[in-house]
């Protein structure tokens, strides 16, 4: 059976995919909640790191959780109350109540994405894991593309929608998750979850250099593109023209570009040397991102190629991310669960940083959003130098 075609693929793909649907499909109501909630558009642009920060804290426990009282249970908690959380931001009425639903639907929104990257090194192994990987991927970067485009559809008839989409989707996800997975954790297997011992195991994770080059590089990988899905609002209305209902410029190309990338991690699987994919991705990405860089420093705003990079970049970020997400799970294969909410925390670290700090600096210009890009696949360059993954 094609694993596009596999429930169980498919079904992880839908878990690791509330994420971001959580956070693109209300982009393009920005506008209009800050005209409904009286609120500024910094105001509805905190609601992202609302949303985040929760999030990202959130990802240290899910994963140790799993560990201790098994994946599915946990996958279960989460996304129930991502789901009366979701609801919660569609009845709201003023900007502070918003804020305080989205850090519920943060607080719960990353057992999912946990679960499922624990799950696929629990269930595959060796070049199947990476094609697995890849596919989850490959499926996971619809979201992105369809989600703004959901959102804007959803406008047309009131920004509420947006929210009871997402509690409907949150409902088939954890419905999906029950019938179709298995439990990996097995009762000989699990760990206790108390404090203590999950701090014992996060201080393993921290002195295991190897895992943390592998875990920065990837987040920094990541961030440098969702620098431009945060700033999406003032990139495609103010600085290129687009309307709401025309976020799929941005996000179509972006995601076809990780589809691309994907795909190639997949086919190149127990073909080529995982090290060669690598070695090729990050000069790809380096030298698209400094193109980007002298292109937005030297010409006038162009969406063909403002977004056009974008695009090409993600093609070289979707070919290297599984073989790192894999190299991390594999130094701790007792742990997976922890090792997978590590992982998932600094992503989203970087990306709550991102939001609440750096977009709001670099939005003022496509120049200015070409030199976060530059900026962090640069540190991401240099972090991954110097794991044992680059020099096999």
Sequence with gaps: MSLFLNPRV???????????????????????????????????????????????????FHGPISDGIGRIKTMKWGL????????????????????????LQGIGGGAGSVVARA????????????????????LFGIAPAIAPMIGGLLLGFHWQGIFIFLALYAALAMFMGSKILPETMKKNMLVPISLSSIIKRYKLLLTNKEYVLLILSLSANFSAFFIYVLASPIFLIDHLGFTT?????????TVTGMLI???????????????????CGYYFMFFISLSNLLFCSLMPDNAFFNIGFIAFYNIGMASV????????????????GTAASGQAFT???????????????????TFGLSLGLFFLISFGF????????WRL
Aim: charged fraction near 10%; proline fraction near 5%; charge should be neutral.
């Design 119 to 138: 799950m696929v090194r629990d269930l595959y192994e060796g070049a199947e894991a990476q094609k697995v990987m890849a596919t989850v991927q490959m």
């Design 347 to 365: 992503q989203m670290l970087f990306a709550s940083i991102v939001a609440g700090f750096i977009v709001p600096i670099l939005w003022f210009s």
């Design 245 to 253: 209902q025309q976020f799929g410029y941005l996000f179509i190309p």
């Design 10 to 60: 498919i079904t992880l793909a839908a878990l690791t995919s509330v994420a971001p649907f959580a956070i693109d499909t209300y982009l393009p109501a920005f506008h209009i909640l800050s005209e409904d909630l009286l609120a500024s558009p910094e105001a509805i642009q905190q609601s992202l790191t609302f949303y985040l920060l929760p999030y990202t804290i959130m990802l240290l």
């Design 261 to 279: 990338g994907s795909f190639i991690a997949k086919k190149t699987a127990g073909i080529v040397r995982s090290s060669s994919v690598l070695k």
């Design 321 to 336: 991310m599984p073989i790192i997400a894999l190299a991390a799970l594999d130094c701790f294969p007792k742990i997976r």
């Design 80 to 103: 129930l109350l991502f789901f009366f959380a979701s609801l919660g931001c569609a009845l709201s009425t003023t900007v502070e109540s918003l804020w305080f639903f989205r850090a």
């Design 382 to 389: 240099t972090t991954i130098t110097k794991t044992n993954l």
